[in-house]
């Protein structure tokens, strides 16, 4: 790959300085808009996860006694939305631009952000209202497809790893972000119990936070911040030295086995990881009698904990991967610490939890609408605390591999129906991921909860390892090496030299 980016900026000098590919401003710009792509990710993941922890007791407090089955309904439907509108929103993307399928989806963001912070005007269709804003949240937040897909073709190939974990790092970002930021509000506290007008409290506030970052993120795709370049195509053709992109694009041919293997494994990693984000209050608050505000406050404590550790770990993943293949840390760094936390939270403590002493009581396992509770084993904090700090590890390690692999086998080919399937993988699994979760938790408790998916990710490990061979990028030296020798570098001998000596 370095020769070939040597080759790249070997004809740049030929052209004169500016580049047969792009000039240095033309570089500066397409950078800049990658930067906003990266922000739209940070932003629609936060904007997913910041309700996580508040949305059971803000139904709670618009309806009370709402059951674990509507908070699951509640959680799943928004990435429903974003399943079923992200082919449309890709296809108005390709057949347009980019832009107007951003500033469409964004306004669509920020008008449903507002309904969710207004639902006690709702009242008594809060939970209709609740389930509407959270499916139009959904929809707005397809343009994540359209993202990755102007992402891979705004980048060359030498700067594909980098781009795809740098978007990776902003959704992981977003996502342990998004609850820090609702326990911050939890000092306004649950706000009057009914009033005719707006009001900010402890659960309005994450609705008007993604008002306020969604209007922010409308600005950031005006003309003047936010300019199309999409310059992998031309990198093929060029490196190929074919008259057209399409007649370029047509040698490309993605590995079907280990893409779809990737794909198979992103949905299960993000299944694990919105299962903790989604049980993660109603579990304490059933195992460890925390009331609704000290849930809020110590998952939020917890879980910027958790960003502070991805961070490190995403600031850990280059040198590792000098020391240890990138395979090698997907499987036993990513999936291997994921299975162990869903194993660290099955119950293993002496005794039953603390039953709730009646519906307001706000802490403790309500045994007459969840019966395991008098038969269940309690699990400890020390338990729950080490599984939460390996899922801390093992999440953005994982889904940061994942998608760089993921890239790197499809090759320098456009991606955008790839990076769709991917992100519909993601969206599936976090829409039938909480409906699954919260119904099996509500009925069999955390043992057939955290059992089935300690099993789903030590499948998946499996699957991964059975592929391993193939998880790795088309070589240019298979098929076409003689042939892309020659037309890539005419003149000099050396660039093809490389290749051939680094093997030996």
């Not at 047969?20 to 996860?49: C, D, H, K, N, P």
């Not at 084993?377 to 801390?392: D, E, K, N, W």
């Not at 760089?404 to 992100?423: A, D, E, H, N, Y």
């Not at 998880?471 to 003149?491: H, I, M, N, Y």
Request: glycine share 10%; proline share 8%; net charge positive.
């Amino acid at each position: 790959m370095e020769w070939l980016k040597g080759l790249v900026r070997g004809g740049a000098r030929a052209e004169g300085g500016e580049g047969a590919l792009e000039s240095a401003r033309e570089r500066r710009q397409r950078w800049r808009s990658v930067y906003v792509i990266y922000f739209t990710m940070f932003q629609m993941s936060l904007g997913f996860s910041i309700v996580l922890t508040g949305v059971y007791p803000y139904l709670d407090k618009l309806e009370p006694g709402a059951s674990k089955e509507a908070l699951g309904l509640a959680v799943g439907i928004s990435p429903l939305g974003q399943l079923l509108a992200s082919p449309l929103l890709g296809l108005w993307a390709n057949r347009r631009s980019c832009r107007p399928a951003m500033l469409a989806s964004l306004a669509l963001f920020v008008a449903a952000s507002a309904l969710y912070a207004n639902l006690h005007l709702a009242r008594p269709h809060a939970r209709t209202f609740m389930l509407v804003a959270r499916a139009l949240v959904g929809v707005a937040s397809a343009n994540v497809a359209v993202a990755r897909s102007y992402l891979s073709a705004a980048t060359l190939a030498g700067e594909r790893t980098r781009a795809v974990a740098g978007a990776s790092l902003a959704q992981v970002l977003g996502f342990v972000v998004g609850p820090a930021l609702q326990a911050a509000a939890a000092p306004l506290g649950p706000g009057p119990a009914y009033t005719a007008a707006p009001r900010l409290d402890m659960y309005t506030a994450a609705g008007w936070a993604n008002v306020l970052l969604g209007l922010v993120n409308l600005v950031c795709f005006l003309p003047f911040c936010f300019t199309e370049h999409k310059i992998a195509a031309r990198e093929a053709m060029l490196l190929r030295g074919k008259e057209t992109e399409k007649e370029a694009l047509a040698e490309l041919k993605p590995d079907l086995v280990s893409s779809w293997t990737l794909v198979g494994a992103f949905f299960v990693l993000v299944f694990n990881f919105v299962l903790l984000e989604t049980l993660a209050t109603p579990l304490t608050m059933d195992q460890f009698a925390w009331s609704k505000r000290q849930a809020l406050q110590y998952m939020g404590a917890l879980m910027s904990a958790g960003a502070v550790v991805a961070c490190v770990v995403f600031a850990l993943i280059a040198p590792l991967t000098k020391i240890f293949e990138e395979r090698a840390l997907l499987v036993w760094g990513g999936f291997l610490l994921t299975a162990a936390a869903s194993l660290l939270c099955i119950p293993w403590g002496p005794g039953a939890p603390p039953l709730a002493a009646g519906v307001e009581a706000g802490g403790g396992c309500p045994v007459d609408r969840q019966p395991w509770c008098a038969t269940s084993r309690v699990l400890t904090l020390p338990q729950f605390l080490l599984g939460y700090a390996c899922v801390s590890v093992g999440y953005p390690l994982g889904v940061t591999l994942i998608q760089t692999i993921f890239s790197k086998v499809l090759g320098p080919r456009p991606q955008g129906v790839w990076q769709g399937v991917l992100t519909g993988a993601g969206c599936g699994s976090r829409a039938l991921g909480p409906v699954f979760v919260s119904g099996v938790y509500a009925r069999f408790g955390p043992d057939a909860t955290f059992a089935s998916t300690a099993a789903l990710t030590l499948a998946a490990l499996l699957a991964l390892r059975l592929v391993y061979a193939r998880l790795r990028p088309p070589a240019p030296s298979a098929p076409p090496p003689t042939e892309l020798q020659p037309l890539s570098a005419p003149a000099p001998p050396a660039p093809p030299a490389q290749p051939d000596a680094a093997p030996v």
